[in-house]
């Protein structure tokens, strides 16, 4: 039961990382589509979220995910 829960947990967190990657890209490529291209500011700690996500999705993939 425990490890049914556990993995349902690491599923969604995998599910969310994979969004808040996706949002990154979008922001990018937003950024890029406009007349007047701008830099693409990301804060600290978005940055570190952002880095932990595609960690976590590197790893997932190696790994795989189990149900």
């Known amino acids: 039961m425990v490890e049914f829960l556990l993995n349902k947990v690491l599923l ?3 599910i969310m ?3 808040n990657c996706l949002k990154h ?3 990018v490529i937003n950024g ?3 007349e007047t291209p701008s ?3 990301i804060t600290p ?4 979220i952002l880095g932990v996500s595609i960690a976590y ?3 997932t993939i190696f790994t795989g995910i189990i149900l």
Do not use: M, P, Q
């Open 12 to 14: 969604v967190t995998f």
């Open 17 to 19: 990382c994979v969004f």
């Open 25 to 27: 890209i979008w922001n």
């Open 32 to 34: 890029l589509r406009e």
């Open 39 to 41: 830099k693409y500011i």
């Open 45 to 48: 700690n978005e940055r570190l």
């Open 57 to 59: 999705i590197i790893t």
